[in-house]
Nanobody, 121 residues
Framework: VQLQASGGGLVQAGGSTRLSCSGSGFTWEYWAIGWFRQAPGKEREGITYISMNGDTTYYIDSVKGRFTISRDNAQKTAHLQMNSLRPEDTAVYFC???????????????WGHGTLVTVSS
């Protein structure tokens, strides 16, 4: 199983960037996909999830209205569009596969390697 995140880098505050996640070695469309992040000196946190067919999404309050998660099951990819970036969004971002049973998001089953996003003020 592989989850590969890409697209990180250095962005100015107020700017935008887009992360991508590609999966292999598992049945992509059977799994919800999510993004976690870990900022320097802080615990890892789940910031957004998307259900298997994309009809249900979840965002933590701090990214609502600024970040958008999407997925393309035909391409086995997911994306995280990040707008209006803030210095506090600086973190390593991880793509994960997790279970969504229609009422609950479970802990990630698989993790990809992270990609660093640095937002300069």
């Amino acid at each position: 199983v592989q989850l590969q995140a890409s697209g990180g880098g250095l962005v100015q505050a107020g700017g935008s960037t887009r992360l991508s996640c590609s999966g292999s070695g598992f049945t992509w469309e059977y799994w919800a996909i999510g993004w976690f992040r870990q900022a320097p000196g802080k615990e890892r946190e789940g910031i957004t999830y998307i259900s298997m067919n994309g009809d249900t999404t979840y965002y933590i309050d701090s990214v609502k209205g600024r970040f958008t998660i999407s997925r393309d099951n035909a391409q086995k990819t997911a994306h995280l569009q990040m707008n209006s970036l803030r210095p506090e969004d600086t973190a390593v971002y991880f793509c994960v596969a997790l279970v969504w049973d229609g009422s609950r998001w479970y802990d990630p089953h698989w993790w990809g390697h992270g990609t660093l996003v640095t937002v300069s003020s």
